[in-house]
């Protein structure tokens, strides 16, 4: 690192790096850490009900396919787990083993066929187009999405799988977002300039850069405010107070 410095050439740290290895080794002299503003919690909502959950550990379903965004999977099940839900990642493949959109690895905890065995508080489906596409021949997973509807339980897409939502009518009489290609679908159900869009107990968002606020978004909705602004205090990262 200190040859890289002194040859000029790029370097840099995350998190807690800078402090306990740059610093040190001093390669933050005369340099400034820096902050960017964003509205980091850029959602709207439509008929506001609370997610009860009745005083028991949310349970939140992810199911993944061969293309799924490893982003959006690994980020939401990330900062579920650190909320303290019960998250649990479903494979609608034969194995558990899954290839995600740019070759990463993931392990999901059980196949789809067997999610069946119990209720799900919230099911959320993650991006990417080939992985959307196999999510949506999926069965078992089209009947758990009909009985979570029914329910009046919690459900929502990332990006690209809202087509998943719309195809099996799970969209109706409902406001949604979604990545630019799948949005312009839904005509005037479509919502514009909004990361996240809640309308109900249905959850949606854009994509990729947007499933950190979507996460602490769910975090908000299942626990409060306060839990959310807890756990994204630990990943660093800005979130309003209200």
């Known amino acids: 690192m200190c040859k890289q410095a002194e040859e000029n050439r790029l370097y840099g740290a995350i998190c807690a790096a800078p402090a306990v290895t740059l610093l040190p080794w001093g390669l933050l002299k005369k340099k400034k850490l820096m902050r960017t503003d964003d509205d980091n919690a850029a959602k709207k909502e439509f008929n506001k009900v609370e997610w009860s959950v009745d005083h028991h550990t949310p349970s939140v379903l992810i199911p993944i396919a061969h293309g799924s965004e490893e982003i959006e999977v690994v980020t939401m099940v990330d900062i579920l787990r650190r909320a303290k839900a019960n998250v649990t ?125 979507l996460a602490l978004i769910i975090v908000s909705k299942l626990y409060g405010n306060g839990r959310a602004r807890s756990v994204a205090e630990g990943l660093v990262f800005e979130y309003p107070k209200k």
Do not use: F, M, W
């Open 89 to 213: 990642v479903a494979s609608v493949e034969k194995s558990l083993e899954v290839l995600a959109s740019q070759g990463t690895k993931i392990v999901a905890d059980i196949l789809i066929s067997d999610a069946q065995e119990s209720a799900h508080d919230l099911i959320i489906l993650p991006g990417g187009t080939a992985g959307a596409q196999r999510l949506s021949k999926s069965k078992v997973l089209k009947k758990l999405l009909k009985e979570q509807n029914s329910a009046g339980r919690i459900y929502g897409a990332v990006c690209s799988s809202l087509a998943i939502l719309h195809k099996q009518g799970l969209l109706k009489d409902k406001r949604a977002t979604a990545h630019p290609s799948v949005l312009d679908k839904l005509k005037d159900q479509a919502i514009n300039g909004a990361k996240v869009v809640i309308d109900g107990k249905l959850i949606t968002s854009e994509g990729l850069a947007t499933v950190t606020v």
